[in-house]
């Protein structure tokens, strides 16, 4: 195919506009699957963000960024943020952290 249109009309010109069309990656997603699913990656990333943000301004250290969200929704104490650990019994979970801090205390 022989090239005869270099863009040298202007904006009015249809080939020179036809030019510049291009495809987001997020349009394919056969060929790019990690861009259909980056909308979902980017939300959850912003849910974990606020909580992570939200548990150190009440002086509570989350184990990591990723399932922050989660560890604030579901974690009954202290201990199972700072650890990124959910124990599924409150009490059990209570216990655990009464016991944690008495070995740190001696």
């Known amino acids: ?28 997603p056969t060929r790019k699957p990690q861009a ?8 959850a990333l912003v849910k974990d963000r606020t909580a992570f943000k939200a548990l150190r301004d009440q002086g509570i250290q989350p184990a990591r960024l990723k399932g922050a969200a989660e560890l604030q929704d579901r974690a009954s104490t ?8 959910i124990i599924g019994d409150s009490t059990l979970a ?8 008495e070995l740190a205390n001696q």
Do not use: L, N, W, Y
């Not at 259909?36 to 939300?43: S, V």
């Not at 202290?78 to 650990?85: A, D, L, S, Y």
């Not at 209570?94 to 801090?101: F, H, L, P, R």
């Open 36 to 43: 259909a699913a980056e909308p979902a990656r980017e939300k």
């Open 78 to 85: 202290v201990h199972e943020i700072e650890t990124g650990r």
């Open 1 to 28: 195919m022989i090239k005869t249109h270099f863009g040298q009309h202007g904006d009015e010109c249809f080939g020179c506009r036809v030019q510049s069309v291009s495809f987001a990656a997020s349009a394919m």
């Open 94 to 101: 209570t216990k655990v952290e009464s016991t944690v801090k």
